[in-house]
């Protein structure tokens, strides 16, 4: 059974920081790049960051760059995704999703669920003022 299972998503202070982790099982990880993305209440999907399977490319949203950290243990099927200096707007479900594509393009083309070949549950983040 495909599955990824968000998990590290909690309540924290702006400025604080949290991990979230995209766990992976059921198909072949190191074939796929991965993606994270938020939805807040009342407001459209978006994408945050992507990392490739190939060289570790990175990808990052203007709204998060230079806060957000995306990692992957290829080892044990996960991809991080570390914030830092959190803000209240960076509140919402964050979803990770995978796509057996060797680079983030098409990863961040869509914010769909249709869109991509697996996608989790999703875990909230909230971050008070």
């Known amino acids: 059974e495909v599955q990824l299972v968000e998990s590290g998503g909690g309540l924290v202070q702006a400025g604080g920081s949290l991990r979230l982790s995209c766990a992976a099982s059921g198909f072949t990880f190191d074939d796929f790049a991965i993606g994270w993305f938020r939805q807040a209440p009342g407001k459209e999907r978006e994408v945050v960051s992507c990392?490739?399977?190939?060289?570790?490319?990175?990808f990052y949203s203007d709204s998060v760059k230079g806060r957000f950290t995306i990692s992957r243990d290829n080892a044990n099927n996960t991809v991080y995704l570390q914030m830092d200096s959190l803000k209240p707007e960076d509140t919402a479900v964050y979803y990770c999703?995978?796509?057996?594509?060797?680079?983030?393009?098409?990863?961040?083309?869509?914010?769909?669920?249709?869109?991509?070949?697996?996608w989790g549950q999703g875990t909230q983040v909230t971050v008070s003022s």
């Open positions: 990392i490739s399977f190939s060289y570790g490319r990175t």
């Open positions: 999703a995978a796509d057996s594509v060797p680079h983030c393009l098409r990863v961040v083309l869509s914010t769909t669920r249709g869109g991509h070949d697996y």
